[in-house]
């Protein structure tokens, strides 16, 4: 599973950790991603998101058949 949102498209955050002795190395920061069942009650079926913490709150609030439409829009095959 990439760490990448299907609803909100957040990525991994790419920077340098710094140490005590201010010494720099490369990290990056992931986003909470989750992989998540939903129901389509439209058309009868399940479909698994890899979602972040966010895109769940945004299903929560918007719908999951508002969110696949727009997913849908965006060119997404689900």
């Known amino acids: 599973m990439s760490a990448h ?4 498209g957040r990525k991994p955050g790419f ?7 201010h010494k720099r190395t490369s990290r990056r920061w992931d986003p909470n ?3 998540k069942t939903y ?3 439209g058309e009868g079926r399940r479909i698994t998101l890899d979602v972040s913490a966010k ?3 945004t299903i929560d609030r ?3 058949e508002a ?3 727009r997913l849908r829009a965006r ?3 689900i």
Request: charged residues 15%; hydrophobic residues 40%.
């Open 5 to 8: 949102c299907q609803v909100t």
């Open 15 to 21: 920077g340098k950790a710094v140490s005590h002795s």
């Open 33 to 35: 991603i989750q992989r």
């Open 39 to 41: 129901y389509l009650p």
């Open 55 to 57: 895109g769940i709150k």
């Open 62 to 64: 918007d719908g999951i």
């Open 67 to 69: 969110v696949v439409a």
């Open 75 to 77: 060119g997404i095959r």
